[in-house]
């Protein structure tokens, strides 16, 4: 019924941009969040950002480099990536809720090297 389709990541040096889009579909008026994780190889996975209707829960570590934006008539979520270090290497998830129902998509993979 729900349906999470993720763009942008591919390969990129350090120190440049990507900016990840996430489009949701499905018969469901508006999620109650909207948001990103990551997980790099051999980690676990973990939050990056996630938004509801009015606060935003940010890591800590990923504040200055990373920002959230969403939209809900497009029940979109971006998330836009600066000054990517090789750290930041790993299958970026996003995910939405719907009260205490929680949706996935598939991933992108984002590499960043030189």
């Known amino acids: 019924q729900v349906q999470l389709v993720e763009s942008g990541g591919g390969l990129v040096q350090p120190g440049r941009s990507l900016r990840l889009s996430c489009v949701a579909s499905g018969n469901i008026p508006s999620f109650s969040a909207m948001g990103w994780y990551r997980q790099a190889p051999g980690k676990q996975r973990e939050l990056v950002a996630m938004?509801?209707?009015?606060?935003?829960n940010f890591v800590d570590s990923l504040k200055g480099r990373f920002s959230i934006s969403r939209d809900n008539a497009k029940k979109s979520v971006y998330l836009q990536m600066n000054s990517l270090k090789p750290e930041d290497t790993a299958v970026y998830y996003c995910s939405a809720a719907f009260y205490s129902q929680q949706y996935w998509g598939q991933g992108t993979q984002v590499i960043v090297s030189s």
């Open positions: 938004m509801d209707s009015d606060t935003t």
